[in-house]
C-alpha cells in the first residue's frame, strides 16, 4: 500500500481539494460573529465596557491556542481525520448558542467551543495538506488552504451583516453557522481520508535532524522558527483588535450595518483571495523577507486606520492590511515545515500556533484595555506600533530562509 503513495498536489488532487472545502467550512464559523457580535454586546447585553465586549475573543483564542497545541501533540497519535471530525462535533451547538443565548456568559462559552473547533480543524487540515503535498507546492498549498478558510471568513461576515440588516442581528444570521457545521462534519466522516502513510514516506526521506524540545526549538532556540512564533503572536494579536475594536470604531463614527460589513470583510476576503498568490511566493522567494514587507505593512495599515474618515479610507486601509497578511500567513507556515522533521512537524506547528493564537486573546485583551483608559484611537497605534517592531525582529533574528 505504501508503494502507491506519492506526494504532489495533482498526485494527491482529490483528497487536496476535499479539504480546501472543508477549511472554507471552518472558516465560515468564525465569520459568523466579525461583523455583528459586539453589536450585540452592546445592543442586547448592554455592555459598554471594551474590555467586557472583547472577553468572547479572549476565550476564543485562549482555547484555541490550547487546542492547537494537544491537535499537534495528538496528531501522530490518534489520526488527523479523527481530530477532525472530532472538531466539528464541538462546532454543532455554536450557532444554536448564539441564536439563544441570554446571557454574555453563554456567548463567552459558545466561544470557548468555536476556540476548541478551530484548534482541532484548522489545524487538522494544515497538517494534512503539508503531507500530502510534500516539500515542492507547500507555499502553494498553504495557500490555498489559508485562501479557502479567510475567503469564508470575509464572505460570511459579509453575509451575516446583511442580513442582519434586513433581518435584525438575532437568530437569522447564525442560520448560516448550522448549514456549515453540517456540512463540514458528514465531509469529513465521509470524504476525508488520513495521511499518516504519506508522513511516514517522508520521514524516510528527510534531511532535518530531530531536536529533544519541540517547544523550546520552536519558541526561543531556533531563529527561524522563534522570529516566525513572534510575528504569528502579533499577527493574530493585531487581528484580534481589528476583530473587536473596528466593528466598534465604525460604530462611533454612526456608519450602517451595511458600511460595517463591507468594511470588516474587505480585509479577511483580500486576506483570503491574496494567498491565492502569495502562497506561491513562499516556495520562490525568500521567506525572510516576505515576512519582514508583510508585518511591515500591515503594521503601518493599522497606524493610519485612527486617520480615515470616510468608508473609501477605511476600505483602503483594509485592502493593504489584508496584502500584508497575506504575504504572512502561508509563508509562517512553509518556514515551520522547512525547519522541522516530518515527525515532528505538527507538534512543531502546533506550538506555532499556540502563540500565534494566544495573540488573539493578548490582543483583545491589551486593546480592550487601552480603548477603555486612553480610547479607540491609541488602541489601535499601539497595536500598529507593536506590529512595526515585529518586523524589525524578523529583519535582525530571521537567517535567510
Request: net charge neutral; aromatic share 12%.
Amino acid at each position: 500500500m505504501k508503494e502507491t503513495i506519492k506526494h504532489g498536489l495533482k498526485e494527491n488532487a482529490s483528497q487536496f481539494w476535499i479539504l480546501v472545502l472543508v477549511n472554507a467550512f471552518v472558516g465560515g464559523i468564525v465569520g459568523l460573529e466579525r461583523s455583528i457580535l459586539p453589536e450585540i454586546a452592546e445592543k442586547e447585553f448592554l455592555i459598554d465596557s471594551n474590555t467586557a465586549i472583547l472577553s468572547f475573543i479572549i476565550a476564543f483564542g485562549i482555547t484555541k491556542a490550547i487546542t492547537n497545541y494537544f491537535t499537534g501533540k495528538l496528531a501522530n497519535k490518534w489520526g488527523r481525520k479523527n481530530l477532525l471530525v472530532i472538531g466539528w462535533l464541538f462546532a454543532l451547538p455554536i450557532p444554536l448558542l448564539l441564536i439563544y443565548a441570554e446571557s454574555w456568559n453563554v456567548v463567552i462559552f459558545a466561544n470557548i467551543l468555536l476556540g476548541i473547533n478551530q484548534g482541532l480543524t484548522w489545524s487538522s487540515t494544515v497538517v494534512m495538506k503539508i503531507d500530502l503535498v510534500g516539500e515542492k507546492d507547500r507555499g502553494f498549498a498553504m495557500g490555498l488552504n489559508e485562501f479557502s478558510g479567510y475567503f469564508a471568513v470575509g464572505l460570511i461576515t459579509f453575509l451575516t451583516a446583511v442580513i442582519a440588516e434586513k433581518y435584525g442581528l438575532r437568530p437569522y444570521p447564525f442560520y448560516l453557522g448550522i448549514g456549515l457545521s453540517v456540512l463540514g462534519l458528514l465531509f469529513s466522516i465521509f470524504l476525508v481520508k488520513d495521511t499518516r502513510h504519506h508522513v511516514a514516506i517522508e520521514t524516510n526521506e528527510s534531511n532535518n535532524e530531530k531536536v529533544k524540545n519541540v517547544f523550546w526549538n520552536t519558541t526561543f532556540k531556533n531563529p527561524n522558527l522563534s522570529a516566525t512564533t513572534q510575528a504569528g503572536l502579533i499577527n493574530n494579536l493585531n487581528d484580534g483588535m481589528i476583530w473587536g475594536l473596528l466593528p466598534l470604531l465604525l460604530l462611533s463614527e454612526n456608519f450602517g450595518k451595511d458600511s460595517i460589513g463591507i468594511i470588516t470583510a474587505t480585509y479577511p476576503l483580500v486576506w483570503g483571495l491574496g494567498q491565492l498568490f502569495t502562497g506561491r511566493f513562499a516556495d520562490l522567494y525568500n521567506n525572510k523577507k516576505i515576512l519582514f514587507y508583510g508585518m511591515l505593512l500591515q503594521g503601518i495599515a493599522i497606524s493610519t486606520l485612527i486617520w480615515a474618515g470616510s468608508p473609501i479610507e477605511y476600505i483602503a486601509l483594509c485592502v493593504v492590511l489584508g496584502l500584508g497578511t497575506a504575504l504572512v500567513y502561508p509563508t509562517f507556515l512553509v518556514v515551520i515545515a522547512k525547519n522541522t522533521t516530518p515527525s515532528q512537524r505538527p507538534e512543531s506547528i502546533g506550538v506555532f500556533r499556540l502563540w500565534r493564537d494566544l495573540g488573539y486573546a493578548i490582543g483583545a485583551f491589551l486593546s480592550g484595555l487601552i480603548a477603555d483608559v486612553f480610547g479607540l484611537e491609541y488602541a489601535i497605534l499601539t497595536i500598529g506600533i507593536l506590529t512595526i517592531f515585529s518586523s524589525v525582529i524578523i529583519k535582525f533574528r530571521m537567517q535567510n530562509n
